[in-house]
């Protein structure tokens, strides 16, 4: 599976952005995606994910509310709708795919940068 993140950029406090990440090759395998994020000086942590077939979600405790996480099985790509962004929102956004509901994460996207701007 191959997975392309897209839609990241510069914005000021208070602004949105729509990230979106294309999977290809073996989907049909796909279980669950997700958006993890990584600032500078940061561990990696987990932004949302979305089951493939149901559609169930998950949000990271700094971002609910504010972010959200979407699917179009017909195009086989997610999105991460991020509104209201702050500045600690500042990272490279990664999505990843998985084969399981419930294991780690197999294949991995190049990453977007996401900067807020105060």
């Known amino acids: 599976i191959q997975l392309q993140a897209y839609g990241g950029g510069l914005v000021q406090a208070g602004g949105s952005l729509r990230l979106s990440c294309i999977a290809s090759?073996?989907?049909?395998?796909?279980?669950?995606m997700g958006w993890f994020r990584q600032a500078p000086g940061k561990e990696r942590e987990i932004v949302a994910r979305?089951?493939?077939?149901?559609?169930?979600?998950y949000y990271g405790d700094s971002v609910k509310g504010r972010f959200i996480v979407s699917k179009d099985n017909a195009k086989n790509t997610m999105y991460l709708q991020m509104n209201s962004l702050e500045p600690e929102d500042t990272a490279v956004y990664y999505c990843?795919?998985?084969?399981?509901?419930?294991?780690?994460?197999?294949?991995w996207g190049q990453g977007t940068l996401v900067t807020v701007s105060s």
């Open positions: 990843a795919s998985s084969s399981s509901r419930v294991g780690r994460y197999e294949y």
């Open positions: 090759g073996r989907t049909f395998s796909m279980e669950k």
């Open positions: 979305i089951t493939w077939r149901y559609g169930e979600t």
